[in-house]
């Protein structure tokens, strides 16, 4: 049974900062590129950040480039996103997506608040 199970949301000061997890499950981790997708209240989902299946490349929304931080651990099933310098308009559910060819995946998301 596939399964992307997100983890680490929660309510974050403005500047400050978050790390977001994904771990995978009942598919081949290491032949799939993980991405990041949010989707902000209200508003549709868009993609954040995406890295290859071996991690030798990632890509960034221009919103949060030089902020957030997309990684991955092959040996542990795991995506990651390390968020800092975190502004309000970036409050969304974070959803993490699995990608080879036409088959996909999705998690069920995490919510990130950022707030006073």
């Known amino acids: 049974q596939v399964q992307l199970v997100e983890s680490g949301g929660g309510l974050v000061q403005p500047g400050g900062s978050l790390t977001l997890s994904c771990a995978a499950s009942?598919?081949?981790?290491?032949?799939?590129?993980m991405s990041w997708y949010r989707q902000p209240p209200g508003k549709k989902r868009e993609l954040v950040a995406t890295?290859?299946?071996?991690?030798?490349?990632?890509n960034y929304a221009d919103s949060v480039k030089g902020r957030f931080t997309i990684s991955r651990d092959n040996a542990k099933n795991t995506v990651y996103l390390q968020m800092n310098s975190l502004k309000p308009e970036d409050t969304a559910v974070y959803y993490c997506n699995a990608i080879s060819g036409y088959t996909y995946y999705w998690g069920k998301g995490t919510l990130v608040t950022v707030s006073s």
């Open positions: 009942g598919f081949t981790f290491s032949n799939y590129a």
């Open positions: 890295i290859t299946n071996v991690g030798g490349s990632t």
